[in-house]
């Protein structure tokens, strides 16, 4: 999933650079979706490694 934010974020990047200012816009509000589901994911697997390291 963070693989293709930073894929969304390049291409708005470029999109941007070209003119595109439709795409760019687009482009860049789903790398943020993705980003903060990576970012909800990876928080909520940190917590159950951390809660199955305690109760070990």
């Known amino acids: 999933m963070l693989k ?3 894929i969304f974020a390049i291409v708005s990047l470029v999109t941007g650079w070209l ?6 816009g687009a482009t860049a509000t789903i790398a943020k979706v993705l980003f903060a ?3 909800i994911l ?3 697997a ?3 490694v951390i809660g ?4 070990l």
């Open 4 to 6: 293709w934010a930073i």
């Open 19 to 24: 003119g595109f200012g439709g795409v760019s």
């Open 37 to 39: 589901c990576f970012v």
């Open 42 to 44: 990876f928080l909520l």
């Open 46 to 48: 940190l917590l159950a």
């Open 52 to 55: 199955v390291i305690h109760l």
